[in-house]
């Protein structure tokens, strides 16, 4: 079992190991972006470190949902909620909404994996590996997720088209973009659409 440490990043005091994405700029970039209002109900799809939906907490969230697949991250998850003194969560282990059928959510964040890469011969592979396109998870879960509003990203390695396709029952009222060397991270604010 990988061993948790704790780090600070923007702020906040958080668990990883090994086999978790550490929280880096595209992180940061979905923590600009978020908003939640008091009592909403909140998904922090692929928590990872649980760093977005403590984020979420420290805005008024009321109750957060934190879903991964990697039970790694689901201990890293559990140990940040922790030190924290988070008491009101629940963590699951599943893929992506298999686990939350007809469930509803305010407001659901994910950093999905977006890059066009199939690496799964350890968990950490994951968080980065969104399939040949690097869209095929975030374009799933956009089908699925039953949210008012949403927050996802994505990089200008993913395929565009295919995740913007996706957004048949989403419109996007926020767009936030930043640029780290060869590659553009964008973060979309959507709402359901009426």
């Known amino acids: 079992m990988a061993d948790n ?4 990043f923007t702020g906040y005091r958080i668990c990883i ?3 978790v994405y550490e929280p880096a700029e595209d992180s940061q970039l979905l923590l600009e972006i978020i908003k939640i209002n008091k009592g909403d109900k909140v998904l922090d799809m692929g928590s990872g470190t649980g760093i977005l ?11 957060v949902y934190f879903v991964d697949i990697n039970p790694y991250a689901t201990i890293a998850t559990m140990c940040t909620l922790k030190i924290n003194g988070i008491n009101n969560y629940e963590v699951i282990n599943c893929d992506l909404l298999s686990c939350l059928r007809n469930f509803k959510f305010d407001v659901a964040i994910f950093n999905p994996p977006y890059l066009p890469f199939e690496e799964f011969n350890k968990w950490i592979g994951y968080s980065w590996s969104g399939g040949t396109s690097g869209a095929e998870v975030i374009s799933r879960f956009l089908k699925e997720i ?3 509003r949403v927050y996802v990203l994505y990089s200008s390695l993913t395929n565009e088209d295919k995740v913007l396709s996706s957004l048949t029952r989403f419109k996007i009222i926020n767009k ?3 640029t780290f060397g060869f590659e553009t991270l964008v973060a979309l604010e959507l709402i359901k659409n009426d």
Do not use: P, V
């Open 5 to 8: 440490r704790i780090i600070k």
């Open 17 to 19: 190991n090994d086999e």
């Open 53 to 63: 939906g403590l984020h979420a907490y420290s805005l008024g969230a009321s109750t």
């Open 146 to 148: 039953n949210a008012n």
């Open 176 to 178: 936030k973009e930043r």
